[in-house]
């Protein structure tokens, strides 16, 4: 059975940091993309940044570029997302979604995702 499981998040002050994992089970996790999503209160579904399975290449939002570092450890099924001077609109439930296809390089759009963790809240706020 295939779950998906964020986890990490918290109340942090403007400037802080934080590191969110997405730890997976029940699939071949090296060859699957993995994206992270968040979604704030009345808005839609935004992707923050992803890591692809085949060379690991990676891409960010251009809110979060130059603060937030994807990465992989598929020794241990995780992903991680390293979010440094973070700001009070960065303050959303976070995401993790699982691709499995891995014949395409991952994408910020959540179609392409076809399953999804439960959410870790994240709150920037003084």
């Known amino acids: 059975q295939l779950q998906v499981v964020e986890s990490g998040g918290g109340l942090v002050q403007p400037g802080g940091s934080l590191r969110l994992s997405c730890s997976a089970s029940?699939?071949?996790?090296?060859?699957?993309?993995i994206g992270w999503f968040r979604q704030a209160p009345g808005k839609e579904r935004e992707g923050v940044s992803c890591?692809?399975?085949?060379?690991?290449?990676?891409s960010y939002a251009d809110s979060v570029k130059g603060r937030f570092t994807i990465s992989r450890d598929n020794a241990k099924n995780t992903v991680y997302l390293q979010m440094n001077s973070l700001k009070p609109e960065d303050t959303a439930v976070y995401y993790c979604?699982?691709?499995?296809?891995?014949?395409?390089?991952?994408?910020?759009?959540?179609?392409?995702?076809?399953?999804w963790g439960q959410g870790t809240q994240v709150t920037v706020s003084s």
């Open positions: 979604g699982v691709d499995r296809n891995k014949f395409r390089q991952c994408a910020l759009l959540s179609p392409q995702y076809n399953y």
């Open positions: 029940g699939f071949t996790f090296r060859y699957s993309n």
């Open positions: 890591i692809s399975s085949r060379d690991e290449q990676t």
